[in-house]
């Protein structure tokens, strides 16, 4: 995903006092939400009116048409028109929310953006649950990396502490259900950004986890038939545990050891941006050759870690040790925010440069839409009003700077299309960029950057996410108010200054390579052995 961080700084000075007031009042009205949760669960299994249905299928139509500044780009009017114009006559009895969901989110999908997604209704969590999932996951499958390979699912990394699974375990079955019948009911409910196949394949496997979740909700354990070299187990998984503190007394040396080790840990974990259920970084830096002459910067996200100081501590590093050659690895990257792309683009451009063009919107108040109040709780209603100064001063900074050009297009420009220059300390050596189907979103803009400008060499496969850009941002999420459904999509089209003559597809490699099935189960990395190999080449 791609997202924006504001970067106007309201005055909130002048609510310094109702700000005391305000959060206390949250917690007051916080308590309510319990009773909210309840009320909500109740509902999920609940069949809704034809004509509730109908009421919802118009709702979203009718935002869509006034809020997404591209909805066109990929299907025409008239065939969007027909297609929500199906639908409403297709439902002829009642439905629950979920079998709603089955019917209009294909439509929502031929949309083909694919930052324009629908949700289905899964249980709500109280405190204490959100804070057990998100400690050990919804499913023990949360512990696991999957791919698809000749459409089976195959398990490629094991983050789990059960060592016995390797990577190449195909998944056979969970609970009794086989992965191609869950990936087939999910793979018409969502759409990569264009004409674009290989985000498809990414999505469905990554995302098996989150569909086996949506039908049976949190699960501590599962029942999976495994299948590794011809041989075929029944194997019980289960989320982590907990580990019991030691009770082995310590010394205060020990304890003042321990403690400072922590600190330094914690350090680290901020700075690197660490995902404690698989125990990864987002943020690394390695050097794959004994002399330094290759660097490797693999970046797992743009969300977690402290970028400025990652990036500013990366490329001082690189400098005082003449590195030659750096390689990007974007694989597996679906985005985050814009401006941490921007800032590490800063270190690898030639020249000036505008990191992307002002950005489209529908209309002089569309982004008023960011927090919208309607068809939510009386609860969250009331909190949201709290903060009306704040709202306010988001919506006349917006509504001053949203501008109608000469085309007739309403544009917003966002300190990210202002006017940029590379860091004194900028890379200037030789880049490569490892990409592949994941690469989605702000990945594919910083990629699109780097390939405009004929800055890098790209290796893998095409990438999930538009050369051309996609609508993303600002992501409000909409609630249907009859059938509770959330729906979330861009309010801003967010291009970078360079544009691709082929509409609709990603950034194409310079060499491709297809990782197999045999690669993982070996643990090779064929794209940086590829480049690993073309650096001695060159060298000798």
Not at 383 to 403: A, G, K, M, R
Request: proline share 4%; with cysteine.
């Amino acid at each position: 995903m791609l997202f924006y961080k504001r970067t106007y700084k309201p005055n909130t000075s002048v609510f310094t006092k109702k700000r005391i007031i305000q959060y206390g009042l949250v917690l007051l009205v916080a308590l309510q939400s319990c009773a909210s949760v309840d009320k909500y669960n109740a509902q999920i299994n609940t069949p809704k009116s034809v004509q509730d249905l109908k009421k919802d299928v118009d709702y979203i139509q009718r935002k869509l048409q006034k809020l997404h500044p591209d909805l066109y780009h990929y299907i025409s009017k008239k065939e969007l028109d027909d297609k929500f114009d199906s639908l409403r006559s297709s439902i002829t009895t009642p439905l629950t929310g979920n079998d709603f969901y089955f019917r209009l989110s294909p439509v929502i999908a031929s949309i083909k953006q694919g930052h324009t997604q629908i949700n289905p209704l899964t249980k709500k969590l109280k405190a204490a649950e959100k804070k057990n999932v998100n400690s050990k996951g919804t499913t023990p499958l949360s512990l696991f990396d999957f791919e698809l390979f000749d459409n089976k699912l195959y398990i490629t990394k094991n983050y789990s502490k059960d060592s016995s699974i390797c990577a190449g375990t195909e998944v056979l079955s969970v609970n009794g259900t086989k992965p191609a019948e869950l990936l087939n009911k999910y793979k018409p409910t969502f759409s990569s950004d264009g004409y674009n196949t290989t985000f498809i394949d990414y999505r469905l496997a990554k995302g098996f986890p989150r569909f086996f979740y949506y039908e049976n909700g949190v699960m501590d354990s599962l029942s999976c038939e495994l299948k590794y070299n011809d041989s075929i187990r029944t194997l019980t998984l289960r989320k982590p545990v907990k580990a019991k503190p030691s009770t082995i007394k310590k010394t205060k040396e020990q304890i003042a050891a321990a403690k400072k080790l922590q600190q330094a840990e914690s350090k680290s974990k901020r700075l690197y941006g660490f995902n404690a259920l698989k125990r990864t970084y987002s943020k690394q830096l390695s050097f794959p050759t004994k002399d330094s002459s290759i660097a490797v910067i693999k970046i797992a996200d743009f969300v977690k870690g402290n970028y400025r100081k990652f990036y500013k501590n990366s490329f001082l590093r690189l400098d005082s040790l003449k590195t030659k050659t750096v390689v990007i690895d974007l694989r597996n990257n679906t985005g985050g925010a814009l401006r941490e792309v921007k800032h590490l683009y800063s270190y690898l451009a030639d020249s000036s440069f505008r990191f992307v063009t002002k950005s489209e919107v529908s209309s002089k108040t569309s982004l008023w839409h960011i927090i919208p109040f309607k068809h939510k709780p009386l609860w969250q209603q009331a909190v949201q009003t709290l903060f009306i100064p704040s709202i306010l001063e988001w919506d006349i900074y917006s509504f001053l700077l949203t501008n109608k050009g000469k085309d007739g297009k309403y544009r917003f420009p966002f300190a990210e299309s202002r006017l940029a220059h590379p860091k004194s300390k900028r890379f200037k050596g030789k880049v490569y960029v490892l990409i592949n189907g994941g690469s989605f979103s702000a990945s594919s803009l910083l990629s699109s950057n780097l390939h405009g400008s004929k800055r890098a060499t790209f290796i893998g496969q095409e990438t999930g996410g538009a050369y051309n850009g996609c609508v993303a941002g600002i992501m409000p999420t909409l609630t249907l108010p009859k059938s509770k459904l959330s729906i979330r999509f861009g309010l801003l089209v967010c291009q970078s200054p360079f544009q691709s003559k082929t509409d609709g597809h990603g950034i194409l490699p310079d060499k491709e390579i297809n990782p197999t099935l045999h690669d993982r189960i070996n643990a090779n990395d064929p794209e940086l052995e590829w480049v690993l190999k073309e650096e001695q080449t060159n060298a000798e």
